[in-house]
């Protein structure tokens, strides 16, 4: 991302700035979210855990999706690698639990 912001750095503020851009050309960061959020509303209602390994970018998107936060809150939340995230509940109703470091 550095590399990219000294090229182009007004490109990476309105991207920063502006959830619903696309000034790359890609993805905004709204569809972005939508769409991992219409994937963790279409898991399965189960009395079990469903596993699910990814990227820490589509991590943060569904806890944006999920805890109903706006969107440029993505920006602000840290995924590290081989961290342990708990969603539970349905479309609409989700809660996230954090586990204690503890032991």
């Given at each position: ?40 509303d ?11 390994v ?25 995924v ?24």
């Amino acid at each position: 991302l550095a590399e990219v912001a000294a090229r182009e750095p007004a490109a990476v503020d309105a991207w920063f700035a502006d959830p619903g851009g696309a000034p790359h050309g890609g993805e905004s960061l709204l569809a972005f979210i939508g769409r991992i959020g219409s994937w963790l509303d279409t898991r399965p209602v189960c009395d079990g855990f469903i596993v699910a390994v990814a990227e820490p970018a589509a991590i943060r998107a569904a806890l944006v999706y999920a805890l109903n936060v706006p969107p440029t809150a993505y920006w602000n939340v840290d995924v590290r690698p081989l961290s342990t995230i708990t969603l539970a509940g349905s479309p609409g109703r989700w809660s996230l639990s954090l586990e204690s470091g503890l032991r």
